[in-house]
């Protein structure tokens, strides 16, 4: 397989035919088409369905986009930090909804004013869910809100986060599990490293007890806390921007109250993107990020 072929390919995908591939790739037709045939050759199967003037990707082809693009975008990202150059392109990011509404906007205006070359994506999901999406290079580095638990990733503690129980404001004191018997749980699905704190302090067998409502916006948790519907544990840094919270706060034990959420990549992958992204974190101050 060559690598040029794989551009080839791609560059096809990518302009939906051979004409507009070779008037992108500054080739005459017949040039694409050959290059074609020989990566079909050279892997034993065909890649396109053709018909009449349409090429269709067929389940293989399906198969080497996705292999094309990575390698592809490996070969740019080893060129770019063994020369030296400058940021540039997508940076895709993934990040809890908690990081990205008390946490991020500062960091993200900091680095868009920075590197005007880069383009910023932002993803926002449970601590499970992007850590599947960087492993899957979907991402190219994601806050997330405990360390990897695997040596898959490297990371940095960015922020030091204190956890925090909230009810309703009439909700008698809550100092142990037993106070909230019978209550609802507020929380994100399946996946949330926060939903798996609370677990922990609740216990898990008793937690079989406990009525869950899922919900995926923390504006939606805290309207239903205020509400009367259940409790829920989050970060108070959520709490500190959104002062119109009219809910109490129950502090946990130490242990489950401190978590540091980490910027997380794939080990050995750092792109010039999030290299230049972790910089900027290193450099902020002290009080402003985890020690």
């Known amino acids: 397989m060559n690598f040029a072929d794989l551009q080839v390919f791609k560059s096809v995908v990518e302009e939906g035919g051979v004409i507009r591939a070779a008037s992108k790739l500054h080739r005459v037709p017949s040039a694409v088409t050959t290059r074609i045939k020989q990566l079909e050759a050279s892997m034993g199967v065909k890649l396109f369905h053709r018909d009449k003037q349409r090429l269709h990707l067929s389940p293989a082809g399906e198969l080497l986009l996705d292999y094309a693009d990575r390698l592809i975008r490996l070969s740019d990202e ?27 906007p500062p960091i993200l205006a900091g680095f868009h004013a920075r590197y005007k070359d880069v383009r910023l994506e932002l993803i926002t999901g ?13 991402l190219d580095a994601a806050f997330i809100a405990e360390s990897p638990p695997t040596k898959a990733f490297e990371h940095l503690p960015v922020f030091a986060e204190r956890l925090t129980l909230i009810s309703s404001l009439d909700h008698p004191p809550i100092r142990r599990a037993s106070d909230v018997e019978g209550a609802s749980l507020i929380a994100f699905p399946e996946g949330c490293a926060y939903r798996r704190v609370l677990q922990r302090w609740l216990g898990r067998d008793s937690l079989v007890t406990f009525r869950v409502l899922e919900l995926s916006s923390y504006h939606a948790i805290i309207a239903c806390v205020t509400a009367g519907a259940g409790i829920a544990l989050m970060p108070e840094s959520v709490l500190d921007v959104i002062p119109q919270a009219k809910v109490q706060r129950h502090a946990i034990p130490k242990a489950q109250a401190q978590i540091t959420t980490p910027l997380v990549w794939r080990r050995g992958e750092i792109s010039p993107s999030v290299l230049a992204l972790r910089t900027l974190l290193a450099s902020m101050p002290q009080q402003k990020r985890a020690a």
Do not use: F, M, Y
């Not at 030296?84 to 392109?89: D, F, M, N, Q």
């Open 126 to 138: 449970t601590n499970d869910a992007l850590l599947k999406q960087l492993a899957e290079r979907q």
């Open 78 to 104: 080893a060129r770019d930090v063994v020369s030296g150059t400058k940021p540039r392109g997508v940076l895709r990011l993934g990040a809890l909804e908690s990081t990205t509404a008390s946490r991020l």
